[in-house]
Nanobody, 123 residues
Framework: QVRVVESGGGSVQAGGSLRLSCAAS????????RGWFRQVPGKEREGVAS???????IYADSVKGRVTISQDNAKKTLYLQMNSLKPEDTAMYYC?????????????????WGQGTQVTVSS
């Protein structure tokens, strides 16, 4: 069972910044692959960023250069720093983990995830 608590979502204007956090239980944080995906109602889920337990990162092209994923192993917490936000970034953001295989944002969609945190960017 995945135990994560996501926070940090909110409403911002275009060009603004938000930092999402994902606090995980010890067992959940032990997963090899961690990251974030997002979903807009009526649209397919989109992997945003992934990070391995060793710190290797991959970003979706749509957010590359604007988003940074990081982790604090002591706190068992994952972060997603989002800058230069655009209205098209509006979505529910989910913290996800996956225990095996290659780690990438899209592969997180087949993993386990939390309840999500809403990000709304207005123009």
């Amino acid at each position: 069972q995945v135990r994560v608590v996501e926070s940090g979502g909110g409403s911002v204007q275009a060009g603004g910044s938000l930092r999402l956090s994902c606090a995980a239980s010890r067992d959940t944080y032990s997963a090899f692959c961690r990251g974030w995906f997002r979903q807009v109602p009526g649209k397919e889920r989109e992997g945003v960023a992934s990070i391995t337990s060793g710190g290797s990162t991959i970003y979706a092209d749509s957010v590359k250069g604007r988003v940074t994923i990081s982790q604090d192993n002591a706190k068992k917490t994952l972060y997603l720093q989002m800058n230069s936000l655009k209205p098209e970034d509006t979505a529910m953001y989910y913290c996800a983990v996956r225990r095996g295989g290659f780690c990438s944002p899209q592969r997180l969609l087949a993993g386990d995830w939390g309840q999500g945190t809403q990000v709304t960017v207005s123009s």
